[in-house]
């Protein structure tokens, strides 16, 4: 009898869950292995239809060996998350726990930090960029920082550079990221506040060793929602980049899928990073505790 219930059980989730699993199957397996088999061979698109011809791992050794600007792109892709993720994710921390007060017009503040999420199509982002207000004029000529940017590591003063011209947009993505934000917040016990006042803390001690600590695994899932969005944005240069090799006749569709393959692969590896260091820190708290 406990058995049918299990099965019957199962049935059930496979039910609700299989829209997505046909979606994932239809939508995102199988055009994988298809870029990933066109990134293979040399695409040609002829009047008779697509023809390919198998020329092994060629195109990914030329985005490395050939390709002048790709491996700079990398570079700089790997650099914009060492700067999005702590500031995103310290921004939306911070307006969460502000919005999450007891204020008049709580809710017409929420709406405001979310707005940017509903507009923020890449043709908005790219006319917003061109007229110049993504970024705060004149900032980056300042003599303090370009004085400090002199000082610093040639790597550590093009970050701060991308950091200061590009702080507007940065900022663009943090509606998600408040939100999950906020509904960790709520779902805190308020019974733990009671007891921490009770005991004498602070509210600087109970943002510190209360609050703060009980966003933490909800953090990791908001730096693997930034690094995906910001990646997946179609103002990457990388992006662009792959989109515009793919309509190149000395480059094709064939070279176009190694890049996207190169990238996706790049992108997985700094979420894994982040997936490490996640596992790492639940296993230390479980030995301290």
Do not use: C, H
């Amino acid at each position: 009898m406990r058995m049918k219930i299990r099965t019957r059980e199962a049935l059930q989730g496979l039910a609700f869950i299989s829209p997505w699993l046909i979606g994932f199957l239809v939508f995102t397996l199988v055009p994988l292995v298809r870029t990933f088999w066109l990134s293979l061979n040399e695409v040609r698109v002829t009047a008779s239809g697509i023809r390919t011809f198998f020329v092994d791992f060629k195109n990914y050794k030329d985005a490395f060996l050939t390709d002048v600007t790709f491996s700079g792109m990398l570079i700089d892709y790997a650099l914009q998350m060492a700067v999005y993720i702590p500031v995103i994710i310290s921004f939306s921390m911070a307006v969460a726990l502000l919005l999450n007060l007891k204020i008049k017009g709580q809710g017409l503040f929420r709406t405001i930090f979310f707005l940017p999420v509903i507009i923020s199509s890449g043709p908005v982002l790219a006319e917003l960029t061109d007229k110049g207000a993504m970024t705060f004029e004149g900032l980056t000529n300042l003599g303090f920082l370009v004085n400090l940017q002199a000082t610093l590591p040639p790597s550590i003063a093009r970050l701060l550079a991308f950091a200061v011209g590009s702080f507007i947009v940065i900022l663009w993505f943090s509606g998600v990221q408040i939100l999950i934000y906020l509904a960790s917040l709520q779902k805190i016990d308020r019974s733990m506040y009671e007891a921490a006042r009770i005991d004498g803390a602070s509210g600087w001690q109970i943002l510190w060793k209360l609050t703060i600590p009980s966003l933490i695994p909800i953090t990791f899932i908001n730096i693997v929602y930034t690094i995906v969005t910001v990646s997946t944005f179609s103002t990457s240069a990388v992006i662009q980049k792959i989109q515009t090799d793919m309509y190149r006749p000395e480059k094709g569709l064939g070279y176009a899928s190694a890049l996207s393959w190169i990238y996706f692969l790049v992108m997985l590896a700094i979420i894994g990073m982040f997936v490490l260091i996640n596992v790492i820190y639940r296993k230390k708290g479980g030995e301290r505790s």
